[in-house]
């Protein structure tokens, strides 16, 4: 089987090790270096977990977890930091409330903690779901690890656009925001978003806040002394290519939220990094057949990174005929 790849974020790096491991033959096309920071996928840290409180996303997520640890296999690199989520705010917040009867209903194990701890604030009257199986991984080494098991797996590598398939084989689209202008139908709308690297110490869980911005945060990489907390909203409208200049209300509502949450984050900003979402209505992924030889696979809605080991897997069993997207309706425009 002949794959052309287009995209080399982590989807497209997942799909072309999975492929190609499977035996394909696979040319992977970036017109950008490997660690450009135009897209998605760049960066530092990236939240990972086995479990939504939606059964939908929890059933992708029971193998999705653990697929990560067959990257790891793949590529004999540690990758997930599991320290736990907790998702967090007044305990009466009708999230938490749906959380629990999601996880309850997805029989998914979690405890109800109303103490903070030294580095995580939990304010009077505040309560955190926690589940264990949840953690961050470097979103740097996780796609410089992929890309690697692609190239031991034979994958060809050209710096170059694809804008048609080759004469022979599939396509396969995974070009993140750049699907929105490619296939304007699907109704894709593209948003600047900014992780803030703020001075201050956090050990322990990953968190998300129950709050109409949800900002969320991790603890300090090793050897870094800056903890990074974002705001999971859609930012404003954007194209990839456009301009990346932090917003200073967003900068500055995501360092209130840090110093709210953190006792030992002063609040202080030391750097503002840029990515892009590219947001669906229902938050789901787009994942269908244009025609029969080109795929297109925006794994879209802020929250794909997580699922790119499942999303290698899932996508090489479509082209290979071992999944049928007509039972996926959840994925389809
Ligand atoms: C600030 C931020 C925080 C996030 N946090 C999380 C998180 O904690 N957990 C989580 O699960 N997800 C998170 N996400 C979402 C996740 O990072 C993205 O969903 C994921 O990285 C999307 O990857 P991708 O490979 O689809 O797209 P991208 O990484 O954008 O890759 C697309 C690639 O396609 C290339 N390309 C474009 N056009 C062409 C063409 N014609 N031919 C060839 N190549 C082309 C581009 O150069 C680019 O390299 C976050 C996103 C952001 C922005």
Redo the contacts with the bound molecule.
Sequence with gaps: MQVSI????????CVAATLARRGADVTL????PSD?T??????R????RQAYPEPFWTKILAEGYDDWRVLEQWADEALVNEVGLWYLGPADHEELATGREGLDACGVAYDWVTTGTDTLRLHPGEAAITTPRAG?VN?DQARAAALRVAQVAGVREVR????QPAPEGCAV??????IAA?LPQLGLRVTR???VYLRGHHEGPVWIEAADDHP?GFPNEPGEATVKV?L?SPGPDTT?GSAREPDPTIVARTAEAARHRLPQCTGEVVDV?P????NAKDDAFRIFWLNERELV????????????PWLGRFVADVLQGHEDLANWPEFQP
Excluded: M, N
């Design positions: 287009a995209g080399a974020g982590i989807t497209g790096r096309y970036d017109p950008r450009h135009e897209g998605s996928s760049h960066g840290s990236r939240i990972v961050w979103a170059a656009h694809l804008d689209w995974t070009v993140g925001p750049w490619k978003q900014w992780a969320y974002a999971h990839p990094v990515c892009l979402y590219t696979v925006a794994a879209c809605s802020g929250h794909a990174f997580k699922f790119g």
